[in-house]
């Protein structure tokens, strides 16, 4: 189970629903659960925003109008994530394209590389 599930899961929605662009209050409440978990998890704003298909400027919006409850919410999430699922390569990784000359051929392969 990958992070975005496991957080899905424990707010009781589906992850289409919580990447979905909607502003329905429930959805956006839990949405910005799900951005103080990846924050809790030391994630950037862009990075954030790129699991849950938000710009960056929408994910500081939301970490800045999230309330107690979320943040509370949001810290239980997390702490039952590190103990329910030790292993951390369940999180997201951070990966960069990168371009590779290729000599022999004359051209260039693009490769997704691990940062």
Not at 74 to 101: H, M, R, S
């Amino acid at each position: 189970m990958t992070s975005i599930e496991f957080i899905a899961q424990e707010l009781g929605v589906t992850v289409k629903q919580l990447t979905a662009p909607t502003r329905k209050t429930e959805t956006v409440r839990k949405r910005w659960i799900a951005i103080l978990v990846y924050r809790l998890f030391g994630f950037s704003y862009t990075r954030i925003g790129g699991h849950l298909n938000l710009n960056h400027n929408s994910v500081q919006n939301g970490i800045e109008r999230a309330g107690e409850a979320e943040r509370a919410k949001a810290k239980e999430i997390y702490i039952k994530f590190k103990n329910e699922q030790p292993d951390w390569n369940l999180l997201p990784k951070k990966t960069k394209i990168v371009k590779i000359p290729d000599y022999k051929h004359g051209t260039i392969i693009y490769k997704e590389v691990e940062i």
